[in-house]
């Protein structure tokens, strides 16, 4: 019986992120080495709100031109997660619960909007941080980000999910939202993060403070103890001015590079149909620098 050949890949794809001070980003080198491990003719381009080139246009502008130029989707980075979602034609059920998308496809001239980040970090987690107690956390930040953290958190398992933002309504709203899928009392807003620093067992930074153009700790660096775990999502730099603090505190650790390489290897599937190795994608990534 005749074997039928093998659908041809395509002969090229084409992606992007779209996001406020990403040029340190390294999310283009992992999908392109991706894209070559695969046999693509693969380019990913970074449009940056802080380039000159985009400044002074608007979310659906970028959007529009990227699915005009015949991009397979974009990824989207603060602080657009939750603004893109209005431009969208339909939401997965990450998406949809999370209130947040970090990955949109174009395809049949519709807009469809995923969120890759809840899976990301709960990898990134349950591999790095095997066997950390989880009774009582800390979450910085109830951005779009942080939304996607949350749910990831609560299903591996959090006892007490406490959550602040520097925006009091948006940590209760997201806590009240948590509580309605997972159940009373999984998760509340605090009023700051000295308010709960003493019953913690571990933090997780979900907002944008540490990365190189927004400097500093988001958590008391003089709370920190080291029976406290310390997780952070920026990962450029790697070693955050939080981690740093929490690492010399002698507190268990987990950088924001398990997060970007796991979320990558489920946008890489999404753009291209094709699997993506997360090992492969991790070279990629710690070749790039500390």
């Known amino acids: 019986m005749h074997k039928a050949d093998p659908a041809p890949h395509p002969q090229r794809v084409r992606a992007g ?23 693509l003719d693969y380019s990913y381009q970074l449009l940056d709100f802080d380039d000159p080139e985009y400044a002074g246009s608007s979310l659906s502008e970028i959007v529009e ?20 979602i209005q431009l ?38 349950r ?4 066997g950390a107690a989880l009774d009582q956390v800390l979450l910085l930040g109830a951005g779009g980000a942080g939304g996607a953290v949350s749910h990831a958190l609560l299903s591996l398992g959090v006892g007490t999910l406490w959550i602040y933002d520097k925006e009091p309504q948006r940590a209760g709203d997201l806590a009240e939202s ?19 620093a003493f019953g913690l067992t571990g933090i997780v930074n979900a907002t944008p403070v540490g990365m190189r153009k927004m400097p500093g700790s988001p958590f008391p660096k003089d709370l920190l103890r080291s029976d406290l775990w310390v ?39 999404l753009f291209t149909g094709e699997k ?13 620098g500390p």
């Open 178 to 196: 948590l509580e309605a899928r997972f159940g009373m009392g999984r998760a509340r807003s605090a009023a700051s993060p000295q308010d709960v």
């Open 276 to 288: 993506a190795d997360p090992d492969h994608l991790r070279k990629t990534f710690e070749s790039l």
């Open 127 to 130: 591999r790095g941080m095997e």
């Open 17 to 39: 992120l779209i996001g406020r001070g990403i040029g340190l980003s390294r999310t283009p080198a992992m999908q392109e080495a991706g894209g070559r491990a695969c046999g």
């Open 88 to 125: 969208l034609d339909s939401l997965s059920e990450n998406a949809r619960a999370v209130g947040a998308v970090n990955t949109v496809v174009f395809k049949d001239a519709r807009r469809y909007g995923h969120n890759t980040d809840l899976w990301g970090f709960a990898e990134s987690f």
């Open 231 to 269: 997780a952070d999502i920026v990962y450029f730099p790697l070693e955050t001015e939080l981690l740093a603090a929490a690492r010399a505190a002698g507190c268990r650790v987990l950088s924001g590079a398990g997060m970007a390489v796991f979320q990558a290897v489920r946008a890489f599937e």
């Open 65 to 84: 031109w990227a699915e005009e130029q015949g991009f397979a989707g974009v990824n989207i980075t603060f602080p657009f997660k939750i603004e893109v």
